[in-house]
């Protein structure tokens, strides 16, 4: 059936079309101010060629993320850093650019493994169906197809009950880099649904350690994480470490925003739901234990609101 609110939506994007060609919008400038929002962090590792054994026995090989954080396992959200500083916008029309700066402390221990999905089980499910805690089984993960691509944990692994694959991070990272993007607007000062994505490069400090659990388990308590929001806390169990690596790394990185409302003054600018994200991709060089994973850290942002004051 077709969407009634598809119609809706395109008569406002065209209604919002016409209104922004009649009048030129401010730039942003320099500015510092003050926002509310929550921070959001993850860590991704990912492994190439590895093999996953389906239900009827068929083999299959591809690049699978293998640990990730979960939003339903040992998520977690803080408070932004309340103090912000914007640097001037170069726009024409209702296309702009826009340099970007973002520091961001990500923290997280026992990284759940992501499930391989064979039995159509994801953390959502199995939480629905367990009210209490329970434990996650080895062939509900990709460890069979990890201890294949590097057999020399095979032993460690194969002398544990139900083993699973996990990572403690504690990493900075720096991106720096510019965003292009686009904005419609009803006049001068008054924007809506401004779009934006850019690249950049990025430096990651820190350490993480990649972990095997016998087993990992997901408590049945649930603990708050943000604003009406709730996660279940996920333990590794039995924790041995398989290796660790420090990182004093460049990389690449993407960056993300959109803004839903924005007032640009000649002295102040405000900012109505605003979502920024950075993904962070470290370039690791070194012994071969660098190839085991390749590992992404992302950063979210969700502001409520933010004043700024130009200068």
């Not at 299959?60 to 954080?69: D, E, F, G, K, Q």
């Not at 209490?132 to 197809?145: N, V």
């Amino acid at each position: 059936m077709r969407s009634k609110s598809l119609p809706v939506f395109l008569l406002l994007l065209i209604t919002l079309t016409i209104a922004s060609c009649s009048h030129t919008p401010k730039p942003r400038g320099n500015a510092i101010g003050l926002r509310y929002g929550m921070t959001t962090t993850s860590s991704s590792f990912a492994s190439d060629n590895l093999t996953l054994t389906d239900q009827s026995g068929t083999p299959s090989t591809s690049r699978r993320t293998v640990i990730n954080n979960d939003p339903m396992v040992n998520s977690s959200s803080v408070l932004r850093q309340p103090i912000a500083f914007q640097l001037e916008e170069a726009s024409e029309g209702h296309l702009f650019s826009q340099y970007f700066f973002d520091i961001s402390r990500i923290t997280s221990y026992d990284i759940p493994p992501v499930l391989n999905g064979l039995d159509n089980q994801t953390y959502s499910t199995l939480i629905n169906a367990n009210s209490g805690t329970f434990s996650i089984k080895k062939s509900q993960t990709f460890t069979d197809g990890f201890v294949i691509n590097n057999p020399k944990y095979k032993k460690v692994i194969d002398n544990l009950s139900e083993p699973s694959l996990s990572a403690d991070v504690d990493v900075t990272t720096s991106s720096f880099g510019k965003l292009w993007g686009f904005f419609f607007s009803s006049s001068e000062s008054h924007r809506w649904l401004t779009i934006g994505a850019g690249l950049g490069i990025t430096y990651t400090y820190g350490e993480y350690k990649v972990n095997v659990c016998d087993p990992y388990t997901v408590r049945g308590t649930l603990q708050p994480i943000g604003i009406g929001a709730d996660s279940r806390e996920g333990i590794c169990l039995k924790k041995s470490n398989l290796y660790s690596k420090r990182l004093s790394n460049f990389g690449v990185g993407i960056a993300a925003l959109i803004k839903l409302y924005s007032y640009i003054g000649d002295t102040f600018e405000l900012n109505l739901v605003e979502l920024d994200a950075y993904a962070n991709k470290p370039i690791v060089t070194g012994d071969a234990e660098d190839d085991v994973f390749e590992v992404q850290y992302n950063a979210m942002y969700q502001n409520v609101l933010s004043l700024y004051v130009r200068f």
